[in-house]
């Protein structure tokens, strides 16, 4: 079945990525030493425990290369694995394969690493009620993907943009001139949802007055967040941010917040550990 996400072009992606790898000579090493009529069959195989993100886009990069190629998808997107598992198997044009592997492994080590990483913060908080949040905070134009990976990993996606919500932040407030008169602005401009930060508790009421419709409670230490959110009393709801590392993200989750959004599932999530084993068909 072909990879379908809304808002990214496949296609586009595809041929990006190889001509950036392929240049105007292409793969000069592969066109040197292996014939044009060999054939491989392969294992892409996971080096360690992950949350896999990014295996039918794996797949796609091999086709687009060798439209012939066969392949047998061993597991689904989102599917906890364990160390050594076998993700894939295929066979096809030799060239092919050694052209597309890097592309390959280069995407699917870069999101199955997010989603594993999200993974393990939705773990810490289960039970808790708190929902995990992904950011803005990616890599330029991998938007789509990087939040796909973190939805692979059990996370909601925030915002997909500076297009879908007010996020009212300090460098707002400062040039406004407070709290309330940034999201009374953003109210009167039409905009329903409108998220407004806040540093402090006295800043709350001020926000909802003027129309909040959700608080992102920033740095705030749990005992801080415990009376935000005692005071907020379920009328929006509340985000916790700043801050957030694994050791702490379950206390911060007691808190009662609705929400925890955490920058590093996609800031700072390293790569998987996945290989790509080639033999001779």
């Known amino acids: 079945m072909a990879f379908s996400l809304d808002g990214f072009d496949l296609d586009a992606f595809l041929r990006s990525t190889l001509a950036e790898d392929l240049g105007e000579a292409g793969d000069i090493t592969s066109a040197a030493v292996i014939p044009v009529g060999a054939r491989f069959h392969g294992a892409l195989v996971s080096r360690d425990d992950v949350t896999v993100a990014g295996l039918p886009i794996a797949a796609a990069f091999f ?33 092919a394969m050694l052209t597309a592997e890097r592309s390959a492994l280069n995407t699917v080590q870069h999101l199955t690493g997010i989603a594993t990483l999200t993974r393990a913060y939705v773990d810490a908080i289960a039970g808790t009620g708190a929902t995990l949040l992904d950011t803005r905070k990616t890599i330029p134009g991998l938007r789509r993907l990087e939040k796909y990976a973190t939805r692979m990993g059990g996370a909601t996606n925030h915002r997909m943009g500076l297009w879908d919500a007010a996020m009212i932040k300090d460098n707002h407030v400062a040039v406004a001139g407070g709290v309330g008169e940034a ?99």
């Open 183 to 281: 999201a009374r602005r953003a109210r009167e401009a039409g905009i329903a949802s409108i998220i407004v930060e806040v540093d402090r508790v006295d800043q709350i009421e001020d926000a909802l007055a003027a129309g909040a419709t959700h608080l992102l409670l920033d740095n705030m230490r749990p005992s801080i967040l415990r009376g935000a959110v005692t005071l907020v009393g379920g009328r929006v709801p509340t985000e916790a941010s700043g801050g957030v590392h694994l050791e702490t993200i379950r206390e911060i989750a007691q808190t009662g917040v609705t929400y925890i959004s955490v920058g590093r599932l996609t800031q700072s999530a390293p790569a998987a550990d996945i290989g790509l084993d080639l033999a001779i068909a």
């Open 63 to 95: 086709r687009h290369l060798d439209p012939d190629v066969s392949i047998e998808m061993l597991v689904e997107d989102g599917a906890r694995v364990a160390k050594g598992t076998t993700l894939m198997r295929m066979e096809g044009k030799a060239r």
